[in-house]
């Protein structure tokens, strides 16, 4: 999943003291999304997840909005991706999945939601992430929130799952993530009405974990990555972290069984568990030595990919 890091116009990437600090950065259009936003994203969490230094990913966007939906400015082309011919589209150009008799594959890469793409990369991260919501995420600015680990919300965010509005259904995985997170009533009382509501309503509803006036948006986030950064072994977190999610679809505990056998098992042997006992019997702060570059388990990944088709 290692990436070089690519030349940024949509999004910014800070890391300081084992933080990462993702911003989505077009202010000017509310940091609407595009396909190259889409991009940059993908190779921010290849980025993050190769860099051993990073202990946490913090998303957040820049100006007064967090993601306020698609860039709509192909207007009523917008979402018909045949038509689409300009760069801000997320599909590839010149590669149709239209067939010579006017039938659809849907099996074709060109068909795949830029959304998802962007949902599954965040997803598979082997670094937690926090998602500090600062204002408007209506669209993909909430659906690309749903795989991130926790979410805190300012007092100004608002959200909206209007894809009924616009004639089209809920994308980037979120009929998988939402229900799961929220419950199906809720899930479906959102997207049905199509509705924009406010912070403590996605409090209420389970959608953030905490909502904070804006000044503090950030330092919370920050103060949370911190305590993962300074207290954790980074191997553990990806485990762990990896373990919660892909148990979210298991059909029965054993499953949950195997993997914690597994797990337990294998960082057992590794220096991290010695590190972690021996530090706590010495009532010191611990140095884990296991890196996740070079030191995941080696039953790790224990499912296989997932081939869109």
Request: net charge negative; hydrophobic share 45%.
């Given at each position: 999943?290692?990436?070089?890091?690519?030349?940024?116009?949509?999004?910014?990437?800070?890391?300081?003291?084992?933080?990462?600090?993702?911003?989505?950065?077009?202010?000017?259009?509310?940091?609407?999304?595009?396909?190259?936003?889409?991009?940059?994203?993908?190779?921010?969490?290849?980025?993050?997840?190769?860099?051993?230094?990073?202990?946490?990913?913090?998303?957040?966007?820049?100006?007064?909005?967090?993601?306020?939906?698609?860039?709509?400015?192909?207007?009523?082309?917008?979402?018909?991706?045949?038509?689409?011919?300009?760069?801000?589209?997320?599909?590839?150009?010149?590669?149709?999945?239209?067939?010579?008799?006017?039938?659809?594959?849907?099996?074709?890469?060109?068909?795949?939601?830029?959304?998802?793409?962007?949902?599954?990369?965040?997803?598979?991260?082997?670094?937690?992430?926090?998602?500090?919501?600062?204002?408007?995420?209506?669209?993909?600015?909430?659906?690309?929130?749903?795989?991130?680990?926790?979410?805190?919300?300012?007092?100004?965010?608002?959200?909206?799952?209007?894809?009924?509005?616009?004639?089209?259904?809920?994308?980037?995985?979120?009929?998988?993530?939402?229900?799961?997170?929220?419950?199906?009533?809720?899930?479906?009382?959102?997207?049905?009405t199509g509705r924009v509501?406010?912070?403590?309503?996605?409090?209420?509803?389970?959608?953030?974990?905490?909502?904070?006036?804006?000044?503090?948006?950030?330092?919370?986030?920050?103060?949370?990555?911190?305590?993962?950064?300074?207290?954790?072994?980074?191997?553990?977190?990806?485990?762990?972290?990896?373990?919660?999610?892909?148990?979210?679809?298991?059909?029965?505990?054993?499953?949950?069984?195997?993997?914690?056998?597994?797990?337990?098992?294998?960082?057992?042997?590794?220096?991290?568990?010695?590190?972690?006992?021996?530090?706590?019997?010495?009532?010191?702060?611990?140095?884990?030595?296991?890196?996740?570059?070079?030191?995941?388990?080696?039953?790790?990944?224990?499912?296989?990919?997932r081939p869109y088709e």
């Amino acid at each position: 999943m290692g990436g070089a890091s690519m030349d940024r116009q949509e999004t910014k990437l800070e890391i300081a003291d084992g933080i990462a600090i993702l911003t989505l950065y077009r202010p000017d259009k509310l940091n609407a999304f595009t396909g190259r936003m889409m991009h940059e994203i993908i190779a921010a969490f290849d980025e993050t997840d190769a860099n051993d230094d990073v202990k946490a990913v913090i998303v957040t966007g820049a100006g007064r909005a967090f993601c306020a939906g698609a860039d709509l400015s192909a207007g009523a082309k917008t979402f018909d991706y045949d038509a689409r011919t300009d760069e801000q589209s997320t599909r590839p150009q010149g590669n149709s999945p239209v067939r010579a008799d006017g039938s659809v594959d849907y099996s074709h890469a060109a068909v795949r939601d830029g959304g998802g793409l962007c949902t599954l990369r965040i997803f598979e991260s082997l670094k937690p992430v926090i998602g500090a919501i600062n204002g408007a995420a209506v669209g993909i600015g909430v659906t690309m929130q749903l795989p991130m680990d926790i979410r805190i919300a300012s007092t100004d965010a608002k959200f909206g799952f209007v894809f009924a509005r616009r004639g089209i259904v809920p994308e980037a995985c979120s009929s998988w993530f939402l229900p799961r997170l929220v419950g199906i009533s809720r899930a479906m009382e959102w997207c049905a009405t199509g509705r924009v509501f406010g912070a403590q309503e996605a409090l209420e509803g389970g959608l953030v974990r905490q909502v904070v006036a804006p000044d503090q948006l950030l330092p919370t986030a920050i103060a949370l990555a911190r305590e993962i950064a300074d207290n954790t072994a980074p191997v553990s977190v990806a485990l762990t972290r990896q373990m919660l999610w892909r148990m979210l679809g298991a059909d029965h505990p054993m499953e949950a069984h195997k993997i914690d056998s597994r797990a337990i098992y294998a960082r057992g042997r590794q220096g991290d568990a010695k590190e972690g006992v021996v530090s706590f019997l010495e009532k010191r702060p611990a140095v884990y030595p296991d890196k996740v570059s070079a030191n995941m388990p080696d039953f790790f990944p224990w499912w296989a990919d997932r081939p869109y088709e």
